[in-house]
């Protein structure tokens, strides 16, 4: 049952997600006692243009 | 003042998603006694590319 | 695959919940032609301490 | 460690998000006692498409 | 329109978030031209057990 | 700068979130090439009363 969702940047490809995602499931199933078929795992990419730090969007930053 | 999150993958139409958001905001003022004003549905459309279930990314499952 | 999260205050009854929980699900069945099974409605229950409009907390709202 | 997120229709330009990046962050910082580096806030734009109010999506309310 | 959500570690008083969720929506109303009436305020306190950064559950953070 | 949530029903133990946030941190900056200290790792717990899977709460499931 669980859902992990993962809010990144842009810019990981297919792969990295796919790898992600397989390595999240993996953690959640051996460590948290779930079977695989119940666990989601989503990613959001989140544009450095609205993502602030310290007060000052990512896209911005120095 | 409840609001309501739905996230699917892509592809319904505004007239399944204006549908939706009827009745869901109906069911949402009968059952649990609010009101349609108060009542905000928002709607998340998330690519399979970004939802992996069982480990596996929706886009690369057979 | 949809997932709804439903932000409410509290005070609704099991019974309530089990009720939406049942309509919403069976309008997203309907509606978005998904699957039951595939399909997870999650409840979270926000105090009016935790909750504000136009600037004030619903818990001091008069 | 606060996380804040601001969730809008689209149109906001980069100064108006640069600005209440800054406001928001300033506030949480000065009123709820943290630190500017491990405040972050996140924008969301959500089209007027996918949000509903009284069971009617904001792109098609007269 | 907008909806805020700030996710903080638990300890701030009822005080600190009315005085919070006045200055955001002061800030969103004023920079993102909304109307108060329609912005909303969440909060939502996170457990120091529940929230980890660097691997490292605050609550175990040295 | 990832965030990652992490969504399942109560009962998991200190020493498990603890074991999966390492593990999680550690898959997020191997695979998606960030840092440590820029992760963020949030767990919240969904009571079964809150969580309907084919429209039954999982608390009132067989």
Do not use: Y
Not at 13 to 28: G, S
């Amino acid at each position: 049952m669980p859902i992990v969702k993962v809010e990144m940047w842009p810019g990981r490809t297919q792969a990295q997600k796919a790898e992600l995602a397989r390595v999240i499931t993996e953690a959640v199933v051996t460590i948290a006692h779930t079977t695989p078929e119940s666990t989601i795992v989503i990613f959001k990419d989140v544009a450095k243009e609205n993502w602030a730090v310290a007060g000052v969007l990512a896209s911005q930053s120095p």
